[in-house]
Every structure is written in structure tokens, then in C-alpha cells.
């Protein structure tokens, strides 16, 4: 499968930005997805996962109650709503594809696929 992510950009702090990571193939609904993030010197990072159906979501802590994962598989495509933005959220977001093991995998080596990334720049 190959993931395009999109809807990155340039935002103040608190503000809100939605990302899309649209898939190719027929087969995007028996994939978990996952966004994770990096930011300059530091190491990719995960952010949220959202099961197959879509009906289950898991969140690192430090976006708990500020971005949402949700997924369309209709239309094959993952999105991560962050609102409440903050400077330290600044970082370039990936989305991912999962095959392996039980959805929510936070470790990066677990999953199969990977989107080019989308800079995200929350300023103060």
C-alpha cells in the first residue's frame, strides 16, 4: 500500500490543523494506521493509532484530549484532527500502515508502510 499524507502547515498556538493520509489499493480497511511524528533532533515518536474498523483509538499521552484519529475507509483514508496546538507539537507527523500483530502498536518497527510526511509548525 502506498500512504500520501497531507494538511500540514503553519498555525499559531491553540490553533487547530486537520491531516489526511489517503492510501492506494483495495485493501487499506485490514490495516491498523498510526500517525507518529518527529521533530529535529529527536526521535520519531508515536502519536495515535486507530484499529481496522476504526472503532477503537489509542492516544500518547501528551495529545490525549487534544487530537483525534478517525479513519474512512470508503474513501481509504486516515485523518488526525489536533486542535489546542502548542509549540512542542511542532515536528513533521507520518502516518503509518500495520499488518502485524494487534492494532495500537506504538513501536515504529511495527509497522509496514509509511507516508513521506507533512510538516507540522505550531508557533508561540
Known amino acids: 500500500v502506498q500512504l500520501q499524507a497531507s494538511g500540514g502547515g503553519l498555525v499559531q498556538a491553540g490553533g487547530s490543523l486537520r491531516l489526511s493520509c489517503a492510501a492506494s489499493g483495495r485493501t487499506f480497511s485490514s490495516y491498523a494506521m498510526g500517525w507518529f511524528r518527529q521533530a529535529p533532533g529527536k526521535e520519531r515518536e508515536f502519536v495515535a493509532a486507530i484499529s481496522w474498523s476504526g472503532g477503537s483509538t489509542y492516544y500518547a499521552d501528551s495529545v490525549k484530549g487534544r487530537f483525534t484519529i478517525s479513519r474512512d475507509n470508503a474513501k481509504n483514508t486516515v485523518y488526525l484532527r489536533m486542535n489546542s496546538l502548542k509549540p512542542e507539537d511542532s515536528a513533521v507527523y507520518y502516518c503509518?500502515?500495520?499488518?502485524?500483530?494487534?492494532?495500537?502498536?506504538?513501536?515504529?518497527?511495527?509497522?509496514?508502510?509509511w507516508g513521506q510526511g507533512t510538516q507540522v509548525t505550531v508557533s508561540s
Open positions: 503509518a500502515a500495520q499488518r502485524r500483530g494487534g492494532w495500537g502498536q506504538t513501536r515504529d518497527l511495527m509497522y509496514d508502510y
